[in-house]
């Protein structure tokens, strides 16, 4: 399978504690979304990489989260003194391009977190 | 920033009935509009999608819909069968100048449920 890949698929920590999620894009593709999911709703965006560059970041990524993808291919999402609230299903994405218009997003199976 | 909203949040249909899942969205700059299909525990996957300059696109069962006037598109299954059953998801994406993400704002989901 040649598609996107994350790992741990689950991962359970205390509160309090420091985790950090890997992504491998599709091969080629510049273009890496990092988004969560909770239970019953859609994904939310939380950052974007062009290559290497985090281009932009949502209000939803607070100062405890950061996201890396220091040569342009994998990235990770670190999420440090994790609360209960930040349990969910954390989502990576990729795509070639310019934009969303011309090359759709392809999801990873996610990391689900369990924050106790 | 773009609000997407979708309904129903749960259809139930009978095998070999038609499915509508309908959108709103808020941003009239938006010009790309995907479907994923999600079943319980795995990453979503795209199933249609449709750009602003097209009024409809078919995909054997599968079609999508998109009003610009009135902002809102819908996904059409025909004949649906118990596979069929999953969360689907509509999205719209808004292009950004100055290389800003133009990541997918996603609706809360619809769960079909395909009865026997």
């Known amino acids: 399978d040649t598609g996107v890949s994350q790992n741990p698929r689950h991962k359970i920590t205390k509160r309090g504690q420091n985790v950090t999620f890997r992504c491998d894009p599709i091969s080629e593709h510049n273009r890496l979304y990092w988004y969560r999911q909770t239970l019953g709703q859609g994904p939310e965006f939380l950052t974007y990489f062009q290559n290497e560059a985090q281009l932009e970041k949502s209000r939803l990524l607070s100062d405890r989260f950061s996201a890396e993808r220091p040569k342009g291919s994998f990235s990770t999402l670190e999420i440090q003194r994790t609360e209960q609230g930040d349990s969910a299903m954390y989502l990576c994405a990729s795509s070639l391009g310019q934009s969303s218009y011309n090359s759709p997003l392809h999801f990873g199976n996610g990391t689900r977190l369990t924050v106790t | ?116």
């Open chain 2, 1 to 116: 920033g773009e609000n997407v909203e979708q309904h129903p949040s749960t259809l139930s249909v009978q095998e070999g009935d038609s499915a509508v899942i309908k959108c709103t969205y808020s941003d009239s700059a938006s010009n790309y509009f995907p479907w994923y299909k999600q079943e319980l525990g795995k990453r979503p996957q795209l199933i249609i999608d449709i750009r602003s300059n097209v009024g409809e696109k078919k995909d054997q069962r599968i079609a999508v819909t998109l009003n610009k006037t009135a902002k809102h598109f819908s996904l059409h299954i025909t004949e649906t069968q118990p596979e069929d059953s999953a969360v689907y998801f509509c999205a719209a994406s808004t292009p950004r100048t100055g290389g800003g993400a133009d990541g997918l704002t996603f609706g809360k989901g619809t769960h079909l449920i395909i009865q026997p």
